[in-house]
């Protein structure tokens, strides 16, 4: 069976690239970076119902983000999490935060408000993360 991408995520964000194990997308709201992966299974809600190995994978690229957002990005404080309460695929956020941004130190679900980010922007941050990620294994399949 295809992998189908939860209507909800797709909405509210945009396909940067595929690693192993998961799709990575970066959100539209203007804040962050916020990207997010999600394993490529269907009917996965938590991360201990994928097995160990991809578990072991989905580490694995969690990690490959992570460094991303800090050596890219410098934050201040990473911010990942898979909660799932109103969307139940599986899928695992990564957050930079800024003690200057506007909810700081409050945890973002709950407490931001922002629009989404402008299209030119949008397309020049999928360019940049594409092209830090390419060596830990993102590939971009097309449209």
């Keep these: ?4 991408l939860h209507d909800r995520l797709a909405a509210d964000s ?6 192993d194990l998961c799709q990575l997308r970066l959100a539209h709201a203007d804040f962050g970076p ?8 269907n009917d996965i809600h938590e991360v201990h119902h ?3 190995e991809d578990q072991q994978q989905l580490w694995r690229e969690s990690a490959a983000v992570s460094q991303c957002l800090e050596h890219g990005f410098h934050p201040d404080k990473l911010n990942i999490a898979a909660i799932g309460n ?3 695929q599986l899928h695992v956020h990564h957050v930079a935060r800024y003690q200057t941004d506007s909810v700081w130190p409050n945890p973002i679900w709950g407490h931001l408000n922002v629009g989404p980010r402008a299209d ?3 397309t020049a941050l999928i360019q940049t993360l594409r092209t830090t990620l390419m060596p830990d294994g993102l590939h971009v399949n097309p449209a």
């Design 34 to 41: 916020w990207l997010i992966l999600i394993p490529r299974k």
């Design 1 to 4: 069976m295809p992998f189908s």
């Design 120 to 122: 030119n922007k949008q």
């Design 14 to 19: 945009a396909y940067v690239g595929d690693f």
């Design 50 to 52: 994928l097995s160990d």
């Design 86 to 88: 109103l969307v139940p």
